[in-house]
């Protein structure tokens, strides 16, 4: 099954953990997200980020969903992971198997999402339940 959601980033908090001089460092980030569309619901993630001298990077991080997707509700854990440089962010989302709860128990699927700009953010979600 397919679904067609729209996301935005509603918090960002990012601090760093490590600093290695010349741009170079590593961050945790505290971000939130709300999402509508075939997802009505809130997410709390956490990253890490690692930036290189030339401002690019790589990043995961794990978020739990809480919402309803296409009429079952429950809540799930997504994996987040990918790269960035100034102009955009490519992010691969994961469902994590035998995360969902309540309707949303079997939940499994994935996204590949490029961001650009601030958002808002759209993305399609192959997923099965």
């Known amino acids: ?10 918090g960002w908090d990012e601090k760093t953990e490590a600093d290695f001089g010349g741009g170079r460092k590593i961050t945790r980030v505290l971000a939130t997200f709300q999402y509508s569309g075939a997802l009505e619901g809130q997410g709390e993630l956490e990253y890490l980020m690692a930036y290189g ?9 794990l978020e739990r969903v809480n919402g309803t997707l296409k009429g079952q509700t429950g809540t799930f854990v997504v994996e987040h ?45 192959h997923y099965t339940l």
């Open 1 to 10: 099954m397919q679904a067609n959601i729209t996301f935005t980033v509603t």
């Open 53 to 61: 001298a030339d401002g690019k990077g790589r990043y995961s991080g």
């Open 81 to 125: 992971h990918g790269t960035f440089d100034a102009a955009s962010v490519k992010n691969h989302w994961l469902i994590v198997e035998h995360t969902g709860t309540s309707a949303l128990e079997n939940l499994q699927g994935s996204a590949n999402i490029v961001l650009i700009g601030h958002g808002p953010y759209e993305m399609n979600l």
